[in-house]
């Protein structure tokens, strides 16, 4: 059976050019960077170029890249390094950001706002001014969602905290998760206006295990972990040099993506399902958009049954649904949309990626309207 | 064991192809019950001829756990007396179905229970 993969918002493969360009990391230059003889120096040159081409990328100076193990650990240190030195910190953040943003916030102790959005998934930017208080220190607005994929207007906010730093000695620090928005959206943080902003390597064709974090230059933030001195203190620890030069290639091959192509083929999908499923919802604002990403709900049919007939055709997506997470609850990002419980229920996810061929989305989009209806036969709904 | 699916073969089957769905026109029994944890809706339908359980037949709106083991229950059920359907546990619905993935005992717990409040609806009416 072919397999299918749809779920390149989850992970992406490693791009084989990335693969080729990275390998000579594991078995030969696989010294530690802090040592000084030949093999560390070996390693060492790798980081700096690898900080060199994030730099390049995010338009910002290589002393302002921090190289981490994952999004996660990149937001972490942002929500946290940040609050670390302050009193009665308070934090805005969008009730759809991820969860390694929101849970930080929320166990960091910090009062928090949600600074809301509209029933297409946009924030509502021109809230964000009545939001602010004299001890905001952070507000966090991810590039483009990943259950969803809305792009959210960071140039209008960070204008908006511009114009209220301009008033203050402390400063409001922007952060921005970039993760799903760097494959197809420009990381300029000079044009974004963002103080820090996070991207990691495995939802970009490169190996999992590493991820950036942008710092700008003046910024403090303080270290969560303690240790040795590397990225300067505030990520001790050995770098995973395999990982960030993986990072770094996909950085180079990142302009194999073709956002054109992609984006035809997701509208293919949606007209092709919503001509078979007329009843269909699309999820999230259909114009501000990742090329990439779509988000259903269809009623009558849950979002794990759908997924798992559909992997049994070979093709993987991914859902919204409760009955496909951990914690039994659906989507927080769907339920902030204003979904019901039982919208969020039937909701599946299908993200396309580089290797994505027409004749894979004409299968799914072929697949898809018999499972739905027969699992609507089994609900009676 | 490794795992080399997050369902067994036997729920992927029953899942898949469910023999015993559908709405009950001459039901004697209707049990409806809805997941609180997930938010999913199963109603299970049973024909009750002097105690013996003629047919069941289900219909669920939830994940494929919870679809496989309603359709356990009702071809489990069937040929039984209600008083012994009453007895059957969500360990033999497990065994039947060779595994569950542990977050999905309680799809299998709500079978039952649909089972159970269909069993009482039958006694309720004296039918
Ligand atoms: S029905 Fe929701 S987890 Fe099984």
């Given at each position: 059976?072919?397999?299918?993969?749809?779920?390149?918002?989850?992970?992406?493969?490693?791009?084989?050019?990335?693969?080729?360009?990275?390998?000579?990391?594991?078995?030969?230059?696989?010294?530690?960077?802090?040592?000084?003889?030949?093999?560390?120096q070996e390693a060492l040159?790798?980081?700096?170029?690898?900080?060199?081409?994030?730099?390049?990328?995010?338009?910002?100076?290589?002393?302002?890249?921090?190289?981490?193990?994952?999004?996660?650990?990149?937001?972490?240190?942002?929500?946290?390094?940040?609050?670390?030195?302050?009193?009665?910190?308070?934090?805005?953040?969008?009730?759809?950001?991820?969860?390694?943003?929101?849970?930080?916030?929320?166990?960091?102790?910090?009062?928090?706002?949600?600074?809301?959005?509209?029933?297409?998934?946009?924030?509502?930017?021109?809230?964000?001014?009545?939001?602010?208080?004299?001890?905001?220190?952070?507000?966090?607005?991810?590039?483009?969602?990943?259950?969803?994929?809305?792009?959210?207007?960071?140039?209008?906010?960070?204008?908006?905290?511009?114009?209220?730093?301009?008033?203050?000695?402390?400063?409001?620090?922007?952060?921005?998760?970039?993760?799903?928005?760097?494959?197809?959206?420009?990381?300029?943080?000079?044009?974004?206006?963002?103080?820090?902003?996070?991207?990691?390597?495995?939802?970009?064709?490169?190996?999992?295990?590493?991820?950036?974090?942008?710092?700008?230059?003046?910024v403090d933030v303080s270290?969560?972990?303690?240790?040795?001195?590397?990225?300067?203190?505030?990520?001790?620890?050995?770098?995973?040099?395999?990982?960030?030069?993986?990072?770094?290639?996909?950085?180079?091959?990142?302009?194999?993506?073709?956002?054109?192509?992609?984006?035809?083929?997701?509208?293919?999908?949606?007209?092709?399902?919503?001509?078979?499923?007329?009843?269909?919802?699309?999820?999230?604002?259909?114009?501000?958009?990742?090329?990439?990403?779509?988000?259903?709900?269809?009623?009558?049919?849950?979002?794990?049954?759908?997924?798992?007939?559909?992997?049994?055709?070979?093709?993987?997506?991914?859902?919204?649904?409760?009955?496909?997470?951990?914690?039994?609850?659906?989507?927080?990002?769907?339920?902030?949309?204003?979904?019901?419980?039982?919208?969020?229920?039937?909701?599946?996810?299908?993200?396309?990626?580089?290797?994505?061929?027409?004749?894979?989305?004409?299968?799914f989009i072929e697949k898809?309207?018999?499972?739905?209806?027969?699992?609507?036969?089994?609900?009676?709904? | 064991?490794?795992?080399?699916?997050?369902?067994?073969?036997?729920?992927?089957?029953?899942?898949?192809?469910?023999?015993?769905?559908?709405?009950?026109?001459?039901?004697?029994?209707?049990?409806?019950?809805?997941?609180?944890?997930?938010?999913?809706?199963?109603?299970?339908?049973?024909?009750?001829?002097?105690?013996?359980?003629?047919?069941?037949?289900?219909?669920?709106?939830?994940?494929?756990?919870?679809?496989?083991?309603?359709?356990?229950?009702?071809?489990?059920?069937?040929?039984?007396?209600?008083?012994?359907?009453?007895?059957?546990?969500?360990?033999?619905?497990?065994?039947?179905?060779?595994?569950?993935?542990?977050?999905?005992?309680?799809?299998?717990?709500?079978?039952?229970?649909?089972?159970?409040?269909?069993?009482?609806?039958?006694?309720?009416?004296?039918?």
């Open positions: 059976m072919k397999k299918i993969y749809l779920d390149y918002a989850a992970t992406t493969p490693v791009d084989k050019e990335v693969s080729r360009k990275i390998e000579v990391f594991s078995e030969d230059k696989f010294g530690n960077p802090s040592s000084l003889h030949s093999f560390g040159f790798a980081m700096d170029h690898s900080r060199e081409v994030v730099a390049d990328f995010l338009n910002c100076k290589r002393k302002e890249v921090y190289f981490l193990s994952s999004a996660t650990e990149a937001n972490n240190l942002a929500v946290f390094g940040v609050l670390k030195k302050r009193n009665d910190p308070h934090v805005i953040a969008s009730p759809i950001e991820h969860k390694a943003v929101l849970e930080p916030i929320k166990r960091s102790g910090a009062s928090f706002d949600h600074l809301p959005v509209s029933s297409d998934g946009i924030v509502k930017k021109e809230k964000l001014k009545e939001l602010i208080r004299e001890n905001t220190v952070l507000v966090s607005i991810g590039y483009a969602n990943s259950e969803i994929g809305t792009l959210q207007p960071l140039k209008e906010i960070s204008e908006i905290i511009r114009e209220e730093n301009k008033k203050r000695k402390e400063k409001i620090i922007f952060h921005t998760d970039a993760v799903q928005a760097a494959n197809y959206l420009s990381c300029d943080v000079q044009s974004l206006g963002v103080d820090l902003l996070t991207i990691s390597g495995h939802k970009m064709y490169g190996p999992k295990g590493a991820a950036a974090l942008f710092i700008k230059e003046g270290p969560i972990i303690y240790g040795a001195s590397q990225e300067k203190g505030l990520r001790p620890g050995t770098e995973n040099v395999y990982a960030i030069a993986g990072l770094a290639a996909a950085i180079e091959v990142l302009d194999k993506n073709d956002n054109e192509r992609t984006e035809e083929l997701r509208d293919r999908i949606v007209r092709g399902v919503l001509s078979e499923l007329p009843d269909a919802k699309v999820n999230g604002s259909m114009k501000d958009r990742l090329p990439n990403n779509i988000n259903f709900t269809f009623k009558g049919a849950e979002g794990e049954s759908i997924m798992i007939a559909l992997d049994r055709e070979g093709v993987a997506v991914s859902t919204g649904s409760a009955c496909a997470s951990n914690s039994l609850s659906p989507s927080h990002v769907l339920l902030s949309l204003g979904l019901s419980h039982e919208e969020a229920h039937g909701s599946i996810r299908v993200s396309l990626g580089r290797f994505t061929t027409k004749e894979e989305v004409d299968f898809l309207p018999s499972i739905v209806n027969k699992l609507r036969m089994i609900s009676g709904k | 064991m490794k795992n080399k699916g997050y369902y067994s073969e036997e729920t992927m089957k029953r899942f898949l192809n469910p023999e015993h769905f559908g709405e009950m026109k001459d039901a004697n029994g209707v049990g409806k019950v809805g997941n609180p944890r997930c938010g999913d809706e199963m109603t299970v339908y049973i024909k009750v001829e002097e105690g013996i359980i003629k047919k069941a037949s289900f219909q669920t709106w939830g994940c494929a756990a919870a679809i496989a083991t309603s359709d356990v229950v009702c071809e489990m059920v069937k040929g039984k007396h209600v008083k012994e359907a009453l007895s059957l546990t969500e360990k033999e619905m497990v065994e039947k179905l060779k595994k569950l993935p542990a977050l999905k005992v309680h799809c299998a717990s709500l079978a039952i229970k649909g089972l159970k409040e269909a069993i009482d609806d039958y006694g309720k009416e004296g039918k």
